[in-house]
């Protein structure tokens, strides 16, 4: 997984944002990835935090393990920085996030709650 076909990937997988995708490159002329992911990250954790549509759920974790497992650096990076260190800011989110989050997503919310200082 390449941190430049990062969204176009995410949104095969994800066809409800296809849309999204399309307005935020009409907006912004190409594709910011840490962008795209950061308007979505509050989404992700207000259903986290209500856990009501847990398939989804799971099938968002079983997409951040791939981006840990099979990603390049930058992605690694987008996932660390946009998406798990937001999780992070609430104990409540990341202890239900826990439940779902495969062992290399795991491993990379534990480094970026270490490098915060929230551990």
């Known amino acids: 997984m ?3 076909d990062l969204a176009i990937h995410f949104t095969d997988e994800f066809e409800e944002y296809k849309c999204d995708l399309q307005e ?3 907006f912004y002329g190409e594709t910011l990835n840490h962008v795209f992911f950061g308007e979505y990250t509050n989404y992700f954790l207000e259903l986290i935090g209500k856990e009501k549509d847990i398939p989804k759920i799971k099938n968002l974790f079983d997409y951040l393990e791939l981006m840990a497992t099979s990603g390049d650096d930058d992605v690694k990076d987008l996932l660390s920085v946009t998406i798990l260190a937001q999780l992070g800011d609430s104990k409540m ?3 239900n996030a826990y439940k779902y989050m495969g062992s290399q997503t795991r491993k990379a919310s534990n480094e970026i709650e270490m490098f915060w200082g929230r551990n």
């Open 93 to 95: 989110l990341l202890k």
């Open 24 to 26: 935020h490159i009409e």
């Open 2 to 4: 390449e941190y430049k």
